[in-house]
């Protein structure tokens, strides 16, 4: 009875979303009251349904009901319950459920926070929101029901696949999802932006907070996802250039470029038109990852489609969100005059510079992941583009962008004079030549493109907080926006990410060695003996577990005990890495195949700074959240012509 009531729920939010999204259509074009306010209504109305639908399947992965085909598919009666919650995503219908609940609770955020917004521009936002709903509500209900009934129900589920029984893949969708949904909002108000024939400074101080809340979410999932792979695929490497962490890479690039540009529009009514299409572009990306991995294309963990009616569905769906947006840009961007003159050099231009550089970035990676789908399609050839590509066209671009991105916020508005500002970061580039000099020296017989890049970390991180500095000395921290303080944190942090990401790529040792019961090694200074190899049992899995015993200088250093577990619905092994970490570097092991009479494969990586990346990511996305705290923000924009009579003079003391 849960199961029709989750169904039931699914067809009527289908049926209010489709008039939440023509009715205040109609309204705005009327500017009828009446029907314009019925758009506020409607998405808190869609919210609840939606809500009340998740739940039912929620409740049914956790009672174990097995006459739901989903959970008989993707859960099993004896998995622990964290794993039960997180099945209801685990799945194709359920994520693509998720999704669905996320839009709608965005949805229902702009009829709830939107209140000072200007009616029409409020109305379109959720009317264009709830197309894109009724997009993904037809999908679940035609394609991809997640309550689909299975008779007679069988005494117990084929489990869920044990690559995502992990802490890490419990609440990395949720957070990916976040971000991904996030840049609905965005599009919809570019979109709505281009039926009015408008965007000011208004219009982006409305759109910044939802631009940064989703950003901030996508770089949380995408660090957890990351992480996840670093310690259960037991490779050693946290980033392989996958099509499917590219899916969600893109979006990231393009939405931090819309984060820039927005700023400009607010501060100098610049760049509206550019704006607008990053803002069409960040989600059109969202989608695009959402059709790589879930149609079928691609054969990975997270490919959970494989009917082909699907994909065609999303690529139909892709196809008419990004190219209905695009053709509205085409038609009515030309009437979005900038205001604003300024030089090239300035902040202005800076902020140009870094929007070029990010969008470059993206395209490449488009590029690379694309590329191999298409000449699959065109010719039937087989490629593989990976990290040799990757890191000969990515790395480069991202020197001058590195290298440029601790100058802007010294450059002042409209003209500046470059020099001067070089001039004041004089102590951050004598640091981090230093630093790339001791690198270099340290580690001789390695890259020393690496040492140059950990320099690179070190100049965003010495640069931004340098930056900092300079605002304090004019004032105090008090003072100080909490948007810039946030944009301060958020650079140091990918300085972070770079020193972490570099050293532990560049500067890393492994081995590899088949060892038995009480054989010992040496391994850049340590000792390491396996000690046994013993069965132990879990909830739901059978394992083998190494105990190897670690020495520094003949003393007692650390135990690990990495495993190999064999899930035993699945009748499938998944690596269980075992890792001891100091916050300077990880000392990671794995177990590998093997027999009492062969002995057994031991790997072994000590990555330096390696924490680092994942702390990085973490600080990045808590600088976007200091700055979603800006007041300015957090009170939503004020009207338009209260703004544009501060616009000059708050321009003015940025």
């Known amino acids: ?44 109305t869609q919210a609840f349904l939606v809500i009340l639908a998740f739940g039912a ?35 194709h219908e359920g994520s693509m459920l998720l999704w669905a609940l996320i839009l709608a609770v965005f949805g229902a955020a702009v009829a709830i926070f939107g209140a000072n917004l200007p009616d029409t521009l409020r109305s379109r936002v959720l009317a264009i929101q709830a197309l894109i709903g009724v997009g993904f509500l037809a999908f679940l209900l035609f394609t991809s029901n997640p309550f689909e009934r299975v008779f007679p129900a069988p005494p117990d589920g084929n489990g869920l696949n044990p690559l995502l029984q992990d802490p890490g893949l419990a609440f990395h969708p949720p957070l990916l999802y976040l ?38 979410f996508l770089t949380l999932g995408i660090a957890l996802g990351s992480w996840w792979a670093y310690y259960i695929l037991g490779w050693g490497g946290f980033w392989f250039w996958d099509p499917v962490e ?40 969202s989608l695009l990852g959402t059709f790589l991995v879930r149609s079928g294309v691609l054969t990975s963990v997270h490919a959970f489609a494989q009917d082909p009616a699907r994909g065609l569905y999303i690529l139909g769906f892709l196809l008419a969100v990004t190219g209905g947006g695009l053709a509205l ?17 300035s902040r202005e231009g800076a902020l140009i510079l870094n929007n070029l550089l990010l969008c470059t970035l993206a395209v490449t990676v488009l590029l690379g992941t694309l590329y191999p789908l298409f000449l699959d399609l065109l010719t039937g050839a087989k490629v593989s583009v990976g990290p040799p590509f990757f890191n000969a066209t990515f790395v480069p671009i991202c020197a001058p962008l590195f290298a440029a991105l601790c100058v802007g916020p010294f450059l002042s508005w409209k003209r500046a004079e470059l020099w001067p500002a070089l001039a004041r970061l004089r102590v951050a580039f004598v640091v981090s030549l230093a630093a ?20 690179f970390g070190v100049w965003l991180i010495v640069g931004s907080l ?50 038995k019961p009480g054989d010992r090694l040496s391994f850049a200074g340590y000792g390491v003996q396996l000690d046994k190899i013993e069965e132990v049992r879990g909830p739901n899995y059978v394992a ?81 959240f200091v700055s979603l705290s800006d007041r300015r923000l957090r009170i939503g924009a004020p009207s338009r012509s209260s703004l544009g009579a501060r616009h000059s003079s708050g321009a003015s003391r940025a």
């Open 1 to 44: 009875m849960v199961a029709e009531l989750g169904h039931f729920s699914l067809i009527l939010a289908l049926a209010v979303a489709l008039v939440q999204g023509i009715v205040p259509l109609v309204g705005a074009a009327r500017n009828d009251d009446r029907l314009m306010a019925l758009g506020r209504t409607a998405a808190l």
């Open 57 to 91: 399947l929620t409740q049914a992965y956790v009672t174990s009901d097995f006459s739901v085909a989903n959970v008989v598919a993707n859960s099993h009666s004896a998995k622990p319950l964290l794993y039960k919650i997180s099945g209801v995503w685990g799945n």
């Open 179 to 216: 971000g991904y949904v996030g840049f609905s909002v965005t599009y919809a108000f570019a979109v709505a932006a281009l039926l009015e024939g408008r965007v000011d400074a208004a219009w982006a101080r409305w759109v910044r907070p939802w631009t940064l809340a989703a950003w901030c």
């Open 246 to 285: 590219n899916a969600s890479l893109m979006p990231w690039l393009a939405g931090t470029a819309l984060l820039h540009s927005a700023i400009v529009v607010e501060k100098r009514d610049a760049l509206k038109s550019w704006t607008v299409l990053l803002a069409i572009l960040a989600f059109s990306l």
């Open 329 to 345: 840009y085409a038609w009515r961007a030309p009437q979005l005059q900038s205001g604003g003159l300024f030089q090239p050099v």
């Open 436 to 455: 790339a000099l001791v690198a270099l020296v340290v580690y001789d017989s390695r890259s020393t493109l690496a040492a140059l890049a950990f320099g």
């Open 466 to 515: 340098w930056a900092l500095a300079d605002r304090i000395r004019q004032g105090t921290l008090r003072t100080i926006p909490r948007a810039t303080l946030g944009m301060v944190i958020a650079h140091a942090a990918l300085g972070v990410v770079v020193l972490g990401s570099v050293a532990t790529s560049a500067w890393h040792d492994e081995v590899m060695q088949t060892m």
């Open 544 to 624: 083998e577990r190494a105990t190897l015993t670690v020495t520094v200088g003949g003393r007692p250093y650390t135990v690990l005990q990495p495993e190999r577990r064999l899930f035993t619905v699945q009748r499938r092994q998944v690596a269980e890495t075992a890792i001891q970490t100091n916050f300077l570097r990880d000392f990671y092991a794995t177990l590998g195949e093997g027999d009492p009479r062969q002995g057994w494969v031991i790997r072994l990586y000590l990555n330096p700074l390696a924490p680092w990346i994942w702390l990085g990511a973490a600080l990045m996305a808590f600088g976007g």
